[in-house]
């Protein structure tokens, strides 16, 4: 990794890019969940393979469901898929 520092601009929504030489060193790809955190004033982002249990946030949940539908054989996704466009059908019909 490059030794200089690397500044970014936060946008309007809080939001950072992590450049792509330091997602590639901290293996974190599209997807992966990551925890950030706040230690002697500094934040910190740590990625993480599973939630910690306890956390009901509903950030929390998406990242827990996320990571358990990357983690599941591709017929189980599609087979999720399908029953979860079923339930949308019945709900546009008015279920």
Avoid at 13 to 18: E, P, S, T
Avoid at 28 to 45: A, M, Q
Avoid at 68 to 91: C, D, N, V, W, Y
Wanted: aromatic share 4%; glycine share 10%; hydrophobic share 35%.
């Amino acid at each position: 990794m490059s030794r200089k520092p690397i500044y970014k601009l936060v946008d309007m929504k809080g939001r950072i890019l992590i450049p792509k030489e330091l997602r590639d060193q901290g293996r974190i790809n599209y997807g992966d969940i990551v925890r950030l955190g706040l230690s002697e004033g500094k934040v910190t982002v740590n990625k993480v393979e599973i939630v910690e249990v306890g956390d009901q946030s509903p950030e929390a949940v998406e990242a827990f469901v996320r990571s358990a539908i990357q983690s599941m054989p591709e017929r189980t996704q599609l087979k999720m898929l399908g029953e979860l466009g079923q339930i949308l059908q019945r709900k546009g019909a008015g279920e």
